[in-house]
């Protein structure tokens, strides 16, 4: 049973249509956070974290408890969805999100391609049950207010994985990454490893500023409407558009 200082709104909900493109991992500036108000959807059971978000959380402001169907409030920065099976779970909320623009994190403990790629082409960050604590689930939330998409590691490894597996556009696929400059496939190789442009920086010491400059060039020569598109190209795991 939740105490009442834990769970600041507690309510049930319904559920709608979503689609945005997003950047991946990353770890939010926290000075540039404002208070947020986060959906806990559960498609199955109760929220399992008892001690996230803690009352004194400096981010989280307001909690609302979900399950189905869906009723959506409308103010709202982002939706954590905990389900059994996200190719019936996901599209019941997005359904109820309607036209909402609000980035979405998945919760599950499915880790096979088909459930990760799913999510991913969404643009919805995964988290596999068992692969990542609280403070993660803080970063993800974070991160999905700037525009990343979070994937906790085993989730990168099967999206990077089955990305190895899928036939490829062969020599155009090769062509296709020729356009990028060394310095651009760099960045892309790290991106594809779930790092944010504030992580890239770090590991080739430069500015996030000069990062994000060369992801919207990587962006254009990729034919690609932001780094979930990008991502999928690069691996192959997406159609191949130039030739």
Not at 1 to 19: D, F, I
Not at 230 to 242: D, E, F, M, Q, T
Request: charge should be neutral; charged fraction near 20%; aromatic fraction near 4%.
């Amino acid at each position: 049973m939740r105490s009442p200082q834990h769970v600041r709104t507690s309510q049930h909900v319904r559920t709608s249509q979503w689609v945005r493109t997003s950047q991946r991992v990353g770890t939010a500036d926290p000075a540039a956070v404002r208070s947020l108000t986060v959906a806990l959807a559960c498609a199955q059971g109760e929220w399992p974290h008892e001690d996230w978000p803690a009352p004194d959380d400096p981010y989280v402001i307001r909690a609302v408890h979900l399950s189905p169907p869906y009723d959506v409030p409308e103010a709202l920065d982002v939706a954590v969805l905990r389900c059994d099976d996200p190719s019936v779970a996901l599209p019941e909320l997005l359904g109820a999100m309607g036209d909402a623009n609000v980035p979405l994190i998945v919760i599950s403990p499915r880790r096979d391609s088909e459930a990760v790629l799913q999510v991913f082409r969404t643009g919805a960050g995964y988290l596999a049950e068992g692969d990542y604590c609280a403070c993660m689930l803080s970063s993800a939330v974070m991160a999905a207010t700037v525009g990343h998409t979070y994937l906790s590691p085993s989730a990168c490894a099967v999206l990077r994985e089955a990305a190895r597996r899928m036939p490829t556009a062969g020599d155009a696929l090769e062509r296709l990454r020729s356009l990028l400059s060394p310095r651009e496939r760099q960045i892309m190789e790290l991106l594809s490893t779930g790092l944010g442009a504030q992580e890239i920086g770090l590991r080739l010491r430069l500015s996030e500023k000069t990062v994000r400059n060369n992801l919207s060039n990587i962006y254009a020569k990729l034919d690609a409407r932001g780094s979930t598109d990008a991502v999928l190209r690069w691996l192959g795991a997406a159609p191949v558009l130039r030739t």
